[in-house]
Nanobody, 115 residues
Framework: QVQLVESGGGLVQPGGSLRLSCTTS????????MGWYRQAPGKQRELVAS???????NIPDSVKGRFTISRDNAKNTVYLQMNSLKPEDTAVYYC?????????WGQGTQVNVSS
């Protein structure tokens, strides 16, 4: 059974920063495109950032310049650094591993941006 373990969510004031982490097994991590998605209440899940095994990143315009994604292959961990957070960034953030035709998901971590 594939497990993705996320950490790092919480409450932060507007303009603040958070770093999310996601760890999985080496077999999955080394071959997968790793990504972060988010889902706000009443909205569809959307891509926040992704990174290939070779380090190529894809970051939508909605968060570009504020969010960065990185991976530590030695630790089988992917990170999402979120800066200049806004209230509209409030959502549950999910880690994703995409390997061939399979998608694996973490349990989600809540991020609340509020004063």
């Amino acid at each position: 059974q594939v497990q993705l373990v996320e950490s790092g969510g919480g409450l932060v004031q507007p303009g603040g920063s958070l770093r999310l982490s996601c760890t999985t097994s080496r077999d999955i991590f080394s071959l997968s495109i790793m990504g972060w998605y988010r889902q706000a209440p009443g909205k569809q899940r959307e891509l926040v950032a992704s990174i290939t095994s070779g380090g190529n990143t894809n970051i939508p315009d909605s968060v570009k310049g504020r969010f960065t994604i990185s991976r530590d292959n030695a630790k089988n961990t992917v990170y999402l650094q979120m800066n200049s957070l806004k209230p509209e960034d409030t959502a549950v953030y999910y880690c994703n591993a995409r390997l061939a035709f399979n998608n694996y998901w973490g349990q989600g971590t809540q991020v609340n941006v509020s004063s």
